[in-house]
């Protein structure tokens, strides 16, 4: 689980900015929140963050993009850091961009924070936290790792710290390097943390191929619910030359796929879904197919392009909520533009059927960006789950917990003092002025 992320200097961000899932004192939906009693703490199973047009809610998005990117891929030699930071300030361009998260990870805490610029890794930490105290596992600073004592007896490290090129993280290199101290930290940005742009689809589409799948009929089911016009999904067996590959692609994947294995890919700009598996020798083909009931109770196959733009969205969106809902495993989705192409009320049964799985005991998260106000509701989220992002005339992004505002009482109407203009987050509008003008000058 993350339990804070702060960022400084990227993109709008320009100072330190800092984001926290650790609960108030607020006693609202206090049953679906996160106890770990070791730290004696609570940790928010959903944030959402609000916000106008170009405000920084995105930028939010990309920063923990850049960090899991740069931890899991890292960089080539020679090449530049990725780093985006505040163009709105000449001073800012060659200061370092710093980045810290503080995660939950088999019930310890670690911490993990780094500084970087477009050529080099300035800073880096890694902190294991206790009940009591902190343990720094080292401490790098450029050319010095400064390892906790009881690991800097090991000389396998400093080993793997000296192949460590200047623009990398330890971390990267020291996975790479198959040090297995660190691994963990490595290992949640591997396999739990979960990031969806608006225009990037979950991968595991595949659970709709499976009959056999345990989210299967749970998938199926919900697609009805969610007034999608859909009966079921299900593959369709194609020959493999009938794929909308290139040919050169084609070939590839006929020197690329071993006996057994199994493919996905995403067919653009037609958004068509297949998978690819190796059978006998042979190549065997698959096309999700969506089904739809006649009147006559027939069904009728249509491909997923045919289908609405809501409705794709909702194919490629619910693997994920239902995963996050139906699994003990500890996973985070952060989902940018949560509502892109979806109705109000079909986004609000998503996040409930998620909520209502949440438990004391759960270790799963959902955080998301939207514009849908009518999310805004005390019915549906605390108020230290709702966040919201307001830029200034300098174009500098602040990043604000609802929790914040004393006078947001529990049972206050939230949307409406938000769509007035005082918790911030909504655009400044200027047209009705510059129509004024306009009409002045005729």
Request: aromatic fraction near 10%.
């Amino acid at each position: 689980m993350i339990v804070s992320f702060s960022i400084e200097n990227w993109m709008s961000f320009r100072e330190l900015t800092c984001f926290s899932m650790v609960a108030s004192r607020e006693r609202q939906h206090g049953g679906r929140v996160s106890q770990v009693a070791k730290y004696n703490t609570r940790i928010l199973p959903i944030a959402a963050i609000y916000g106008g047009n170009a405000s920084g809610k995105t930028n939010f998005f990309k920063a923990l993009s850049f960090v899991k990117s740069l931890v899991l891929r890292g960089t080539s030699p020679d090449s530049l850091i990725p780093v985006d930071t505040y163009r709105l300030d000449s001073d800012n361009i060659d200061r370092p961009s710093r980045f810290k998260l503080e995660l939950l990870i088999d019930e310890i805490i670690y911490e993990i924070s780094f500084a970087v610029t477009r050529k080099v890794v300035v800073e880096e930490k890694l902190v294991q936290i206790t009940s009591t105290s902190e343990k720094i596992l080292y401490n790098r600073h450029k050319d010095t790792p400064n390892f906790h004592p009881s690991l800097d007896k090991d000389q396998f490290l400093h080993f793997a710290f000296k192949g460590t090129r200047e623009n990398q993280l330890f971390l990267t290199n020291s996975v790479s390097q198959n040090v297995g101290v660190f691994r963990a930290v490595y290992d949640w940005f591997k396999d739990t943390l979960e990031l969806i742009a608006p225009d990037s689809r979950f991968e595991p589409f595949e659970q709709f191929f499976d009959e056999a799948h345990p989210l299967y009929s749970s998938m199926n089911e919900m697609l009805s619910q969610l007034d999608t016009g859909i009966s079921h999904l299900g593959g369709e067996a194609i020959p493999f030359e009938n794929i909308p590959f290139t040919e050169s692609f084609k070939s590839k994947l006929q020197e690329d796929i071993k006996e057994g294995m199994t493919v996905r890919f995403l067919a653009l700009p037609i958004n068509e879904r297949f998978i690819i598996t190796r059978k006998a020798g042979g190549l065997v083909a698959k096309k999700l197919i969506a089904f739809h009931t006649r009147s006559d109770g027939s069904e009728a196959k249509f491909d997923i392009s045919q289908e609405s733009d809501g409705s794709q969205r909702v194919i490629d969106m619910l693997p994920a909520f239902l995963e996050i809902s139906a699994t003990n495993s500890p996973k985070v989705y952060i989902i940018d533009e949560v509502d892109r192409s979806l109705h109000s009320l079909l986004t609000r049964q998503l996040i409930e059927a998620y909520l209502a799985n949440c438990s004391k005991e759960g270790r799963t998260q959902l955080l998301v960006t939207t514009h849908d106000v009518l999310l805004m509701d005390q019915e549906l989220l605390r108020r230290d789950e709702m966040w919201v992002v307001q830029r200034n005339r300098k174009g500098i992004s602040e990043l604000i917990s609802f929790a914040e505002y004393k006078d947001i009482r529990y049972d206050k109407d939230i949307r409406k003092s938000y769509l007035q203009g005082r918790l911030g987050g909504v655009p400044r509008i200027l047209l009705r002025g510059a129509m004024a003008n306009r009409e002045g000058g005729n």
